[in-house]
C-alpha cells in the first residue's frame, strides 16, 4: 500500500489498458457489509487483472463526515487485507479541482446559476403536486445571462450551480452486469452540481475524480444506479472517457428487506468485536452475490483473485444468511494454528471475565486444553464464554433441558449415587479410567452409554452438550465434579423426596 498523504495527487490517467477501480466510501457511518463487499468486488477485480485499486473518500459533506468514521472505514479494510495501491484520497482536500471544471461546465453553458430559494423551490414542488406533474426544476434560471448572474453574485446573492441537462435525446448505460439500459434525458431535470454553500456535489465530485484518477471500472451498489446516467451526461459534457460500469444488486435480509441494522450485526467492526475471522468474513461476502461454480463454498483468497468474475456477478438482490457464514467461519477457525486459535480466544474469556490479566498472558495448560476441546464446535469466537464459563466458574445454573435430562427419570438418582462412590475411589482421575469405569457401570445396570452419560453431563456441565465426557470431567477436575455431583443429588431429594 503505498501510503500517501492526503493531499497528494493521483497518478495520470492510464492509457496503457491497465484497469483502475476504486472504492468510494463516504466517512457518514461504518463500513457496512454492502460496503464491504463493494471494496472487495472492487479488490478482487483490481488483483485478477493485475490492476490497481485506489480508495478515495468521499467526504465532501463535511456536515455528516466524522473522522471517527474515516479511522474505522480505514481500520476495516485493513483487518479484511483490502490493501490499496493508491490514496487514500480525500476529497475534501481536491476542492479546487472540482471548481476548476465547474467553471468549464458554466463556460461552456453546460451549467448555469441558480438564485431559486429554497422557499420557491418548495413553493414550485407543492404547485406541481397538486397538478400532478414530475417534480423537476422548471429550468426558470437557465435564462439568465451570464453577465446578470455574475453581477448579482458580486452583490452577495449565493446561487447554486445547475447542470444543463439535454431536453431531449437517450443516455444509453452498458452495465457489465445487467442488460443495456436507455434513459430518457427528460426524466432528469437540471440537478445541482454545487450547492448555495459552495460544496460540489457527490455526482460532479465522483466524475471529475474518476475521470482523473483514470478508473475503467465503477463497481458499485445498484443504489447508485440512478445516478449514473447523470454522471454519464457529465462525463460527456466535460469531454472525459466514459468508464465501464458494473452494478452490483443490493444485499437483502432474510425478510427482503433491505439489510441493515435491523437484522442484527451489519457493519464490519461489530462482525471483529464478535469474532469472525476476516478470511471468513471474505470468503463468505465474495459469495454473497456471485458463485464460481453453485458447488465450491470454501475460497481461499488467492483462489478468489483466479477465479474472480464480473460475469458472475447475480443480476437479482441476494440475501444475507447469517447460518452460512457460522458455518464458514467455523471452518476457517478449525484451519488455524493452534497458538493462533489460543490468542484469538483468549481475550474472549477475558472480557467475560472468566480468566484475569495473568491468566489472559500466561494460560494455563489446563485453559489451553479447555479451549481447544471446544475448537470443534466453535462457529464464532464470541460463542466461547457461554460454551465454557461451566469449566471457569464456582458453581453453574442448569439449563432446562438439563434438568429435564436428570430429574425426569428417578432411577437417575441411584446411578449418580453410584457413580459419585466409585469417583470417589477411582485411583487416577484420567479419561481411560473413567472409561472402564462408566463402561462398568452401563454393564452392570443394563444400560447403554448415553443412559450414563446424559445425566451426568447435564449435572457437570448444566448442558446438554460439551465436549466428550470424559474429557470435559478430566478437565474440570475431580474435586469439581464430585462436588457438582453431590449437589444434584441434594436436589434429587428434594425433588424426589421419596
Ligand atoms: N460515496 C459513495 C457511496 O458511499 C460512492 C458511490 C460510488 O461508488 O460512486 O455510496
Known amino acids: 500500500m503505498k501510503d500517501k498523504n492526503h493531499l497528494s495527487k493521483p497518478s495520470d490517467p492510464d492509457t496503457s489498458g491497465e484497469i483502475r477501480v476504486r472504492f468510494a466510501p463516504s466517512p457518514t457511518g461504518y463500513l457496512h457489509l454492502g460496503g464491504a463487499r463493494t471494496a472487495l468486488y472492487n479488490w478482487l477485480f483490481a488483483r485478477h487483472n493485475r490492476g490497481i485499486f485506489i480508495l478515495r473518500i468521499e467526504d465532501t459533506d463535511r456536515e455528516r463526515s466524522e473522522s471517527r468514521f474515516q479511522q474505522q472505514i480505514i481500520e476495516d479494510l485493513q483487518w479484511l487485507g483490502l490493501t490499496w495501491d493508491e490514496g487514500p484520497f480525500f476529497q475534501h482536500a481536491r476542492k479546487n479541482l472540482y471548481i476548476q471544471h465547474i467553471h468549464t461546465l458554466i463556460q461552456n453553458q453546460k451549467a448555469y446559476y441558480c438564485f431559486c430559494s429554497p422557499e420557491e423551490l418548495e413553493k414550485k414542488k407543492e404547485e406541481y403536486a397538486l397538478k400532478h406533474l414530475p417534480l423537476h426544476y422548471d429550468g426558470q434560471c437557465r435564462k439568465i445571462p451570464p453577465e446578470d448572474a455574475i453581477k448579482r453574485i458580486k452583490a452577495g446573492q449565493t446561487p447554486s450551480i445547475r447542470f444543463r441537462t439535454p431536453d431531449n435525446g437517450k443516455t444509453e448505460l452498458r452495465d457489465l452486469i445487467r442488460k443495456k439500459i436507455l434513459f430518457d434525458n427528460r426524466e432528469f431535470d437540471d440537478f445541482i452540481i454545487v450547492r448555495s454553500d459552495g460544496e460540489p456535489t457527490y455526482n460532479l465530485t465522483a466524475v471529475v475524480d474518476d475521470a482523473l484518477m483514470g478508473i475503467t471500472h465503477v463497481i458499485r451498489g445498484d443504489d447508485h444506479l440512478s445516478n449514473t446516467p447523470k454522471q454519464i451526461l457529465l462525463y460527456q459534457a466535460l469531454g472525459f472517457r466514459i468508464p465501464q460500469f458494473a452494478h452490483i444488486p443490493m444485499i437483502m435480509g432474510p425478510d427482503n428487506t433491505r439489510l441493515s441494522k435491523r437484522h442484527g450485526a451489519d457493519s464490519v467492526s461489530q462482525y471483529r468485536e464478535l469474532g469472525y475471522l476476516p478470511s471468513a468474513l471474505i470468503n463468505y461476502l465474495a459469495l454473497l452475490g456471485w458463485s464460481y461454480d453453485d458447488r465450491q463454498t470454501?475460497?481461499?483468497?488467492?483462489?478468489?483473485?483466479?477465479?474472480?468474475?464480473?460475469?458472475?456477478?447475480?443480476?437479482?438482490?441476494?440475501?444475507?444468511?447469517?447460518?452460512?457464514?457460522?458455518?464458514?467461519?467455523?471452518?476457517?477457525?478449525?484451519?488455524?494454528a493452534e497458538p493462533e486459535f489460543i490468542s484469538l480466544s483468549l481475550p474472549f474469556l477475558f472480557k467475560a471475565g472468566l480468566l484475569d490479566k495473568d491468566t489472559l498472558k500466561c494460560p494455563s495448560p489446563t485453559t489451553i486444553r479447555i479451549l481447544l476441546s471446544m475448537r470443534e464446535r466453535l462457529k464464532k469466537f464470541c460463542d466461547l464464554p457461554a460454551l465454557t464459563e461451566f469449566f471457569f466458574r464456582d458453581s453453574i445454573k442448569l439449563s432446562e433441558e438439563a434438568k429435564q435430562q436428570i430429574f425426569s427419570k428417578k432411577d437417575n438418582f441411584s446411578l449418580l449415587q453410584e457413580l459419585y462412590e466409585q469417583l470417589q475411589k477411582i485411583p487416577a482421575f484420567e479419561e481411560k479410567t473413567l472409561e472402564i469405569l462408566f463402561q462398568d457401570l452401563i454393564k452392570k445396570k443394563g444400560l447403554k452409554l448415553g443412559d450414563v452419560v446424559h445425566p451426568v453431563r447435564a449435572a457437570i456441565t448444566g448442558k446438554t452438550s460439551s465436549p466428550g465426557i470424559f474429557l470435559t470431567m478430566v478437565l474440570l477436575s475431580k474435586d469439581r465434579v464430585l462436588k457438582r455431583l453431590k449437589t444434584i443429588l441434594q436436589q434429587f431429594e428434594v425433588i424426589h423426596p421419596d
Do not use: C
Open 298 to 336: 470454501l475460497f481461499p483468497i488467492s483462489e478468489l483473485i483466479k477465479k474472480f468474475d464480473l460475469k458472475k456477478v447475480n443480476k437479482k438482490a441476494s440475501i444475507f444468511a447469517p447460518q452460512k457464514l457460522d458455518w464458514i467461519n467455523g471452518k476457517y477457525i478449525r484451519q488455524l
